[in-house]
Nanobody, 114 residues
Framework: QVQLVESGGGLVQPGGSLRLSCAAS????????MGWYRQAPGKQRDWIAT???????YYTDSVKGRFTISRDNAKNTVYLQMNSLKPADTAVYYC????????WGQGTQVTVSS
């Protein structure tokens, strides 16, 4: 059974940091690209970052220089380190893998507020 489980969200002040984790199971994690998306209230789910199986990373412009995606293939886990957080980063964050279709985790809430 394919499963993605996100964790690490919470409430943080502007300028703060959080690290999200996504534990994967049920597929060959090491050969698949993994992605992070986010969805703010009333908005569509947007792509944030991808890490390929070879470790190459890609980011949407709004998070470049602030967010870092990484993976630990031994732990079947992908991470999203988020620094210099802004209120506009408030959203539910989702982990994603494309197998025979999109697979999503349950999401983790990130709230940036003073």
């Amino acid at each position: 059974q394919v499963q993605l489980v996100e964790s690490g969200g919470g409430l943080v002040q502007p300028g703060g940091s959080l690290r999200l984790s996504c534990a994967a199971s049920g597929f060959n994690f090491g050969v698949k690209a993994m992605g992070w998306y986010r969805q703010a209230p009333g908005k569509q789910r947007d792509w944030i970052a991808t890490i390929n199986s070879d470790g190459n990373t890609y980011y949407t412009d709004s998070v470049k220089g602030r967010f870092t995606i990484s993976r630990d293939n031994a732990k079947n886990t992908v991470y999203l380190q988020m620094n210099s957080l802004k209120p506009a980063d408030t959203a539910v964050y989702y982990c994603n893998v494309r197998l025979f279709g999109d697979v999503w985790g349950q999401g983790t809430q990130v709230t940036v507020s003073s």
